[in-house]
């Protein structure tokens, strides 16, 4: 069983981001921008309720405070400011999950302030503190081995894996640099075969030809690549002939006994 | 028996506005600002916390998104704006409230969009959807007869009433503009006797001599005025000396059968 | 003679608007925003290059502050809030200007902003004066017959009247409402005709067949139009075929003696 | 001969921060928030014709865009963000030195941008940019020896040097952190001979009693310091009897052949 995951909601008031409408049936998680890198109160409304009605489980998309730069810079913040903004961000969208009857199920930061804890473990500490005290049943969704993985287990926070299928690896199950040749793949084949393994038998490739083993709860399927929507549909037919099911990601968990 | 409410957390980063900690123990419901013309996610948790030690009632206090205009200049948005920008601000302090082990009992909408609301149906009617869609259970502050009421009531929420303490009245119950001589009090005498007279008669003397009737569950003390802290203690006194309890607005209107 | 301008520079950060490279090379001037409702430095920056490599003038859009709404929401400002507003965006758009080694020409009001100080006296005087302050020598442009034409006068700003080629007239002048049926023209030849009768008759069929003066210096193209660059093409190679030509507004301004 | 600046106009709407009316008089050069993280237009308006009817010059202040931590934290931004960012900021600033007559004479980025800038070549060769690209007739100021004192002086900028009164100097020149015991003085009279070494030896004790070469063309007070106003009188009546003159920064440059 595997959860797919992807960013929606990115527009902002007059600028439109993305292909949710098309993106939305073809996932089982969606990661809703907050107002802080992108979405606005109208968009976060009218994607919850597509998410609603598609019955694909929302989570919120915290950033940096960072319009202009679509939270792709890193901002020096205390552990204090992360958690008093992913706070303000994620009970923001738990706003209008309630007004559609639903429930915020997970949390995965968003851009820089994601790249940033998973090697800043104040910066993690804060994101962590921040989900916990809006609701401490709430998933963290990052790349196991990361400080922002410890930070979440620390506060008590059930953690799920995600696991990135268009893109190469390092040694240490980080991702390779998008500066190096051969970071991000072009060919959807080597893309679902990397989604596959690390499914079936819980190992990547490394770039350099080591095995390394990751746990993967959730594959992430970035939502601005134009060719996701292909890329996504010809990964649910080999995940289907392979035998794996698509499942929201708190069935995924349960199954893991996580 | 009446509640006492004022406008607090409305500092902003290093900005630093009103006089929170000294107006904290005199109140009974506080009105937090949410970010969108005053207070951030900082100024948010400490200002939720500060009144659950102080055991102040938090209420919402969403404006126009305005922050350089102190949300004091209106906005033309349609309804379904002044819904989710109501939504999204109301959500936003609920968080800070959850990690604080308490909840938003009020909203007050502020500045501009107060005033606006009172004469429109369709601003009033967003704003009433706004709050209710984040929890049906919040009661919405304003004053009676307007429409900011009317479309409380539609929308199925316990509205309270508020009374002006040291603003001239009308004869059909609105404020006195502050462009008119004598619309606001300097003496606090004045002040209290209206207060009195609010609670005890449910009667205003406007200021063509009109006696008005006005229901007033709570009276409102302008923070940013510099006199604040000192003119609410001699309320309380009068008050205590009338035999009037200052108690939690819940206490009031569960009095009253609202 | 004729000008021809249109919206250019809004994007946003990573929010792209528009197809600023197609449209460039049919325009003789361009309205390039300045932050307030769209464009930040990064696309001042590149527009002006982009302007100047083409050989077109640059004029300032500035708008009301309100990015989510794109400038398209009525902000009740004072005039010197206004003025103060548009000064700060023009002056921020002459430095990329100066750094490109050129100058801005003209100053058009963008969206609400534009249509309110059509019939706000005050507000049009603001945003004269917030151009006047910036440089005496900068054109205003904007409709005939409206109050920002007044004011603009008034404060000895050389006025430069637009015209619409695909908006039905009023009998007075201004735009039919869009919410009217019959607002906007879908068929490129009747707007061409109408741009053609404008320049050649300084006349304009109104929606109720009226035939209305309206002096024209430069042709309005809506650059977020879909169909704007095979328009403005056609456009083009009428007024090529009718002997009209399409010059830089400061030669239109000169050859009419303004 | 010394000249002397502080930062001013850093309100924001509602929010008052400073005691600019004080500060004026005592100073020859002022650094003017932009908007980035402090300062609006309306603000930037009423600083600049302060300035001017007090005589004294009037230089950019910009800033990081990060209103609500007021430009004291680093944004990984690019070169061409800095640059951008920086023109942005001064352009728009001397938009309102023209409407009073004026010029901008200096610039000296703010906070986290200035620290930030002091030992990042990429960052400083950004802003260095941003500044010539709008006037390469502007003089930066900066502290000696820094990465953003040489990238001014590649950039064909004049740079000016200034000092701090009431900090603790490294044996390198650069400012003690203010983490560190000691590293800002409460001794007004400890300061006022640090400025006086500053001036008549070009040397400063660092504090660890080295001594250390430095010239400084300009002190800097901190107008957020409470005692500022009192600190600054003096300062000046102490550098009056040592026959110090405090001059526009222009003349000290001037006399020093820079």
Same mark, same amino acid.
Do not use: K, L, M, W
């Given at each position: 069983m595997i959860d797919l995951n992807a960013d929606l909601g990115e527009s902002f008031g007059s600028f439109v981001v993305g292909r949710d409408a098309e993106l939305i049936p073809l996932l089982t998680s969606a990661n809703v921008a907050? &107002?802080?890198h992108a979405g606005d109160p109208r968009v976060m409304d009218r994607t919850v309720r597509a998410c609603r009605e598609a019955g694909v489980a929302v989570g919120a998309h915290p950033s940096f405070p960072d319009l202009v730069g679509f939270g792709r810079r890193v901002l020096d913040v205390t552990a204090h400011e992360a958690e008093t903004d992913v706070l303000y961000q994620v009970a923001a969208l738990a706003g209008f999950c309630r007004r559609h009857g639903m429930g915020v199920r997970h949390v995965k930061p968003h851009g820089a302030l994601y790249n940033q804890a998973n090697r800043s473990p104040e910066l993690a500490r804060g994101i962590a503190a921040g989900i916990a005290g809006c609701d401490p049943g709430l998933v963290l969704v990052c790349q196991p081995g990361t400080e922002l993985a410890l930070a979440g287990e620390a506060a008590g926070l059930t953690v799920a894996f995600e696991g990135f299928v268009d893109r190469a690896y390092n040694p240490d199950g980080t991702l390779v640099s998008?500066?190096?040749? &051969?970071?991000?793949? #072009?060919d959807p084949g080597r893309a679902t075969e990397q989604a596959l393994r690390m499914i079936t038998e819980g190992t990547v490739v490394a770039l350099d030809g080591t095995v390394v083993d990751v746990r993967v709860d959730t594959l992430c399927a #970035? &939502?601005?690549?134009?060719e996701a929507v292909a890329f996504l549909g010809a990964l649910r037919d080999r995940l289907a002939a392979a035998g794996v099911q698509v499942r929201p990601l708190r069935e995924v968990l349960a199954a893991r006994g996580a």
């Open positions: 907050c &107002g802080f998008r500066s190096i040749e &051969g970071s991000v793949y #072009h #970035h &939502g601005d690549n134009p």
